[in-house]
């Protein structure tokens, strides 16, 4: 049974929690807050392109003081007419620009053909050659396609962003770099690899996950003063930006002085078959680490003395059996089923003995291969799969689910229900209800064994403590990718280690390590 210690407080304040946090939109949702918008006064006509060319401009100074050349590529369309702006301020300052037109002129009487006319009558000149806009650049400013993009670029932009990539210079790029999908966060073909992105009115989420991780670099946002109830035409957001502080404070409350062991759930580990001892024993450290009041592990006889000696805080016991089991199922309030577990006769019957339990289950690892060949549906488990055990629980290949990660999170949970946390560059947590929540930490010295051990006992642990299942993803993803942005703002990315997070998590889960993590 569930720990009461956080419960209520937990499940009434989820959904408050969510709508106070960043929210995240589709393309079709931008274009109707924008449309919207220019129906109002204050935004009628070029003010929204002036401003979103100003904040850009903004950016860029901020961001490279030092820079006395910049060059602008602009398509034909809204995201070229903010480029034009930008230039036209750049020059007003006294900049050396030099802007290069890609894929012909803005339609006539657009309100980026108004931009490109404000900036040829300030003495302003365009080209058609890349390289020479290129050339000499201290910033390039990335102004070719933004939103519009619905295929790989072709022709004269898929060179332009091709060129850009190879000039050596840092790129600003305006919205979305371009070749982005703002959809899915996937790059179908050429994509710019920006340094700094700053995008416009609503947030969108092909932003924070995916391919975008890699080419959308440094992160600014600006609402351009579009009025709230412009925003509100978009509809209910898809996606919202977890934040890890906003979710310490509402679901991990100070403790009772009174509290006990008992208040905070008992984590069940199983798996650990022949030779994948540590995935058990760094789950079970995990679960914890993160305030399980107790922790246990199943696993082959011969891994428990070297557990016990190695985390003597955890309850080790030989299982060879699904019948072993019953002891250890019948104290237990959470399972966590999957790390080391194999594929084999160990494997399938501690699975099937997890499944026939009745209790809340963590799924990962081999967990979810197996139940990739036996597919089930339930509500009271949380499946953790990376992309390729997605893929496999889905029917589909790996490059399917990178390339639209939100399509595959609701996949997931339509088929076999529960939460569902995809994991990968901007990790995503999905009920079928709440928003898909999208997590902003974690970074690339994760991709080595034992990470995601580490992250099935901590939202296991976390569950065990009371917190609404999607709260504990959240909530877990979260401190697990802030963790490891802790231990590699200190040491570096290359080389760190799944057990590296343990001794962090506990400072970030009680907040006494303000500023250890970094968000997006």
């Known amino acids: 049974m569930l720990a009461p210690a956080f419960s209520a407080r937990a499940s009434n304040g989820i959904l408050k929690v969510l709508s106070r946090l960043e929210k995240l939109y589709s393309v079709a949702q931008s274009r109707r807050v924008d449309h919207a918008a220019m129906q109002q006064p204050a935004c009628a006509g070029n003010a929204l392109m002036e401003r979103a060319g100003a904040a850009a401009y903004t950016v860029m100074r901020r961001r490279w003081p030092q820079a006395q050349q910049v060059g602008v590529l602009c398509g034909a369309g809204n995201n070229g007419g903010d480029g034009y702006v930008l230039a036209r301020l750049a020059r007003s300052a006294g900049l050396g620009v030099a802007l290069g037109r890609v894929a012909g002129v803005p339609r006539p009487g657009s309100e980026a053909d108004a931009a490109r006319q404000g900036w040829l009558a300030c003495g302003g000149a365009e080209q058609a050659d890349v390289q020479a806009t290129l050339a000499g650049a201290d910033v390039v400013v990335d102004a070719l396609l933004g939103t519009g993009l619905d295929r790989p670029p072709t022709g004269r932009v898929a060179e332009a962003i091709d060129a850009i990539n190879a000039c050596g210079r840092p790129v600003l790029a305006l919205d979305v770099p371009s070749g982005l999908d703002a959809d899915t ?228 949970h339509a088929r076999y229900g529960g939460v569902v946390v995809l994991k990968g560059a901007g990790t995503l947590v999905c009920d079928g209800q709440a928003p898909v929540g999208v997590v902003p930490y974690g970074n690339p010295g994760m991709a080595s064994g034992g990470m995601g051990d580490v992250l099935t006992g901590v939202i296991a642990a976390l569950w065990a403590q009371g917190l609404p299942a999607f709260a504990a993803a959240a909530l877990g993803a979260c401190l697990h990718g802030a963790a490891a942005d802790a231990v590699a703002a200190r040491r570096g990315e290359r080389g760190l280690l799944a057990g590296d997070l343990l001794d962090v998590l506990p400072a970030l889960l009680n907040g006494t390590d303000h500023g250890a993590h970094l968000g997006a």
């Open 185 to 412: 966060g996937a790059a179908p073909g050429a994509v710019v690899q920006a340094r700094a992105t700053v995008s416009f009115v609503v947030r969108k989420q092909g932003l924070y996950t995916g391919a975008a991780r890699d080419c959308c670099g440094e992160l600014a946002f600006d609402d351009l003063g579009v009025p709230t109830d412009a925003v509100d035409a978009a509809g209910p957001a898809p996606a919202a930006l977890l934040d890890l502080d906003a979710l310490r404070v509402a679901f991990a409350p100070p403790r009772r002085r009174g509290a006990h062991k008992g208040n905070f759930g008992h984590v069940l580990v199983l798996g650990g078959d022949h030779g994948y001892g540590g995935a058990v024993r760094l789950a079970g450290a995990a679960s914890a680490r993160a305030g399980a009041g107790l922790t246990s592990v199943g696993t082959r006889a011969a891994h428990v003395p070297a557990l016990i000696a190695g985390q003597p805080e955890l309850m080790a016991r030989g299982v060879d059996a699904a019948a072993d089991l019953a002891p250890l199922l019948a104290r237990a309030s959470v399972l966590a089923v999957g790390p080391g577990l194999g594929q084999g006769d160990f494997g399938r019957a501690l699975l099937g003995a997890a499944l026939d339990s009745g209790l809340p289950l963590v799924v990962d690892a081999d967990a979810l291969n197996l139940l990739a060949v036996d597919p089930q549906r339930r509500e009271d488990w949380i499946l953790t799969p990376h992309p390729g055990e997605a893929a496999r629980l889905l029917g589909i290949s790996t490059a399917q689910v990178e390339a639209d990660r939100y399509a595959a999170a609701r996949a997931l």
